[in-house]
């Protein structure tokens, strides 16, 4: 039934662009050209070869109008009014370009433009450091992106596989048995940083526990992440930083249809099915992009013990995005996603859960969706929006050991958003020119998880209002930001403030030097942890929250400095220096505490509750040189220092010392890539990360007692390397292979049996695995 829809969707989708005509330059507002007032056509060539390219986005600058090149570059931009305009140009590949233009009634003026593949230093346009969109060079903050080629040169099929590559960033599972994956940024646990969908804050506690490996990378044109504390634009939990998913715009048709097959190691094995299509309706004024994955994965059992040390998985997602240009100053934007999928870990796939010695097993049933009304004057000057999204999650699962019946549950969460947000430049304020975004949002959560049979469970609701302004002036050689966020938490008592404050230096066009302040919170509240329950010793372990608990606070501040350098014609460098540093007062910690009194559930329970503080400290250093567009090299290195104000125990029994070392944060850890182009059809990607020695809880059951262990350090090696085939002028076949962790780099020392800790696990996510994939798309 899944592939019918999406079939069906796929081919009406062809059937609408076949029937307007996929919407190239010519249709732009349609009728005789001579009852137009004013009008622009031109064409679009590559500088280099002369070649035409088809479908490059033209727009007019600070407005809606816009159309795309057709298959021989050609466009018209019609029914304008007279007057000076700026012609904006974007090709994937190539270098943004801008051309002014003064148009006249009843004559058609022609613009000749030639676009120059893209640099790959490229001066990037970012949503999130600010709430609108800006230059990357002209952020307030540091933002590190990743792309559709990052994901595709490391082979990345999720989220939790693609984050990786980025200085003072992390990914690693934290359970054998379901495959519970966490971001830690600069050595922070996963609750500390902010997921967003297209910069609004949708991902819930409980959409958060498995949400890293739900999402497939070919929703997604770009993550954008910020290290440090965003609570001043994005609310709670923003303390490591955010994480902004964008999914994929409608800009140009085009469809790609693909399959992926890996062995991992050489025991398990994975496939992928992707599909994605685009849709542009006539005139430009409407479109609609669509994707759909299919996911199955083998459990892959290291040691041969019986149970999965990565689990079995079969997920399926389908989603759109569409819109609808009202005019050329307001546009809706309509989008909604859906997944499926089954996860199960442990043992006994065979059977039932409730007749195997140990199972985690959970069957999401996810249903998202959004709805936006943006208007942009024509000077681009004012900029308004409303917005709100849903996500509602059902959730069945099975938690529980020794061929337990008791331990089916059930979960469901509703999440809803709502906000509106303003943007005016203004030429002066106060002192000098100024541009202010200000907004409000309120969102509620309402989450109800439990195991009917113990009468256990979490029942939550959160509501929270905010309201936030910043300003930002710009002089010659410098930026100021100046901002802050008022929200008001319902378990929270009084409202909080989160201020924001940041400079930026320009002595040149290639060097930025910036200074960063903000202060982030968390509510005494669920996170995604607590959602998920690991066995231990034959035992489930669950979270509690202390009754007392407190909101934990946060201070960050952050110095960087950012220099591109052009070493000759067709070698260029960037160099990014990024030193940090956060206090964490009333920091939210975990210590098992004992068996849940008067219970029979066979339960241990770990208790959250306000340690004393810490202080997490470091220095990120990335390097990035490259030739022409035909060889890149990245290297990223981060050393950081993360520690309590007292030691505190993790454990109850009197033998095991407490430590005043943040637990699953090592003090060295870097990663590097290497891309390379030698002919234009092939391209052939190095990428690895390295992880120094950290120190991991592991509980008793399997060993005699708790022990705090210290982890040996892991390099972790990927080869990618793919063929482009050109079947037609416009039909393009990619084959590419490759290897994952080369080395086979991998925690050795897992727990066996029934009695395993199912949390002591450690370093990369997986062992050597071979792939081959397939993709067959439109150029």
């Not at 002014?100 to 000749?112: G, T």
């Not at 804050?201 to 997604?220: D, F, H, K, T």
């Not at 859906?338 to 199960?344: F, G, L, S, V």
């Not at 996810?366 to 009304?373: F, T, V």
């Amino acid at each position: 039934m899944r592939k019918i829809l999406f079939i069906i969707a796929l081919l009406t989708s062809f059937s609408t662009y076949a029937q307007q005509g996929g919407g190239h330059g010519k249709g732009q507002g349609g009728g005789n050209p001579k009852d137009d007032q004013a009008s622009i056509e031109g064409h679009v060539f590559d500088a280099r070869t002369k070649d035409p390219i088809a479908f490059a986005s033209i727009g007019i600058k600070g407005t809606s109008i816009g159309t795309v090149t057709d298959r021989e570059g050609d466009f018209i931009l019609r029914k304008l009014q007279p007057g000076t305009y700026t012609l904006v140009i974007t090709f994937v590949g190539y270098e943004r370009y801008e051309q002014e233009v003064r148009v006249v009634r009843n004559r058609p003026v022609h613009a000749h433009i030639e676009l120059k593949e893209t640099k790959v230093m490229m001066d990037e346009v970012v949503i999130s450091a600010s709430r609108i969109e800006t230059s990357k060079k002209e952020a307030p903050v540091i933002v590190n992106v990743m792309s559709e080629k990052t994901f595709q040169q490391t082979n990345a099929q999720d989220l939790s596989q693609a984050l990786p590559f980025q200085s003072g960033v992390r990914v690693e599972y934290s359970c054998q048995n379901c495959g519970f994956s966490q971001v830690r940024i600069n050595g922070m646990d996963g609750p500390y940083s902010q997921i967003l969908i297209d910069s609004k804050p949708i991902m819930s506690a409980l959409g958060g526990v498995y949400g890293l490996e739900q999402m497939p990378v070919n929703m997604v044109e770009r993550i954008e992440v910020i290290k440090g504390a965003g609570s001043a634009l994005y609310g709670s939990n923003a303390i490591a930083g955010t994480i902004n998913i964008i999914t994929k715009e409608p800009l140009t048709p085009s469809y790609s249809i693909g399959t992926d097959l890996q062995a991992v190691g050489m025991k398990a094995y994975a496939q992928n099915f992707n599909a994605n299509a685009v849709v542009i309706g006539k005139n430009n004024k409407s479109g609609a992009s669509f994707y759909q994955t299919f996911r199955k994965k083998s459990p892959y059992d290291h040691d041969d013990d019986g149970f999965s040390e990565i689990g079995k998985l079969d997920a399926f997602s389908f989603g759109t995005r569409s819109f609808y240009k009202l005019s050329n100053t307001q546009k809706l934007t309509l989008e909604y996603h859906t997944m499926q999928e089954t996860r199960r870990g442990g043992n006994a796939f065979e059977q039932p859960p409730h007749l195997s010695d140990i199972t985690e097993m959970t069957d999401h049933k996810i249903h998202s969706g959004g709805l936006n009304y943006d208007y942009i004057s024509l000077d681009g000057n004012n900029k308004y929006s409303v917005y709100s999204s849903a996500q509602y999650i059902d959730r069945e699962s099975y938690f529980g050991s020794n061929k337990d019946p008791k331990a089916y549950g059930r979960s469901n969460d509703m999440t809803f958003l709502l906000g509106t947000q303003g943007y005016n430049k203004i030429e002066k304020l106060i002192f000098l020119p100024a541009s202010i975004v200000y907004g409000i949002e309120y969102s509620t959560n309402s989450l109800e998880d439990s195991i009917v049979c113990y009468n256990t469970g979490t029942k939550q609701s959160t509501n929270v209002i905010g309201a936030f302004l910043q300003s930002e002036w710009t002089a010659k050689y410098f930026r100021f930001v100046v901002g802050g966020r008022l929200d008001k938490h319902n378990l929270i008592k009084a409202p909080i403030f989160s201020p924001r404050l940041n400079i930026m230096y320009t002595p040149s066009e290639d060097l930025q030097v910036r200074a960063s302040y903000g202060s982030g919170y968390r509510a005494p509240q669920a996170y995604d942890e607590d959602l998920h329950v690991t066995q231990v010793g034959g035992q489930s372990l669950r979270t509690k929250l202390d009754p007392n608990l407190r909101p934990e606070y946060s201070h960050s501040f952050s110095l960087s400095s950012d220099y591109y350098v052009q070493l000759s014609d067709n070698y260029q460098a960037n160099f990014l220096v990024e030193g940090f540093y956060t206090n964490l007062k009333d920091i939210f910690a975990l210590k098992v505490i004992d068996s849940d009194p008067g219970s029979d559930s066979n339960t241990l329970t770990q208790l959250r509750y306000n340690a004393s503080g810490a202080k997490i400290g470091g220095l990120s250093i990335t390097a990035k040189l490259s030739y022409q567009a035909k060889y890149t090299l990245t290297l990223g290195y981060t050393y950081q220092q993360s520690k309590y104000n007292d030691k505190e125990k993790w454990s109850e029994e009197p033998s095991v010392e407490a430590t005043r070392k943040m637990l699953r944060t090592p003090d060295n850890y870097a990663y590097a890539t290497l891309n390379l182009a030698p002919v234009k059809p092939m391209n052939i990607s190095l990428s690895g990360t390295y992880t120094g020695q950290m120190l991991v809880p592991h509980y008793a059951g399997y060993i005699p007692a708790d022990k705090l262990e210290t982890t040996p350090h892991f390099f972790d090696l990927n080869l990618v390397a793919s063929y482009d085939f050109k079947l037609k002028e416009d039909l393009m076949f990619q084959i590419a292979g490759g290897i994952k962790n080369i080395f086979n780099a991998y925690q050795r020392d897992f727990d066996q049996g029934i009695d395993r800790d199912a949390g002591y696990i450690y370093g990369p996510m997986l062992p050597r695995t071979i792939f081959i994939s397939l993709k067959l798309f439109s150029k």
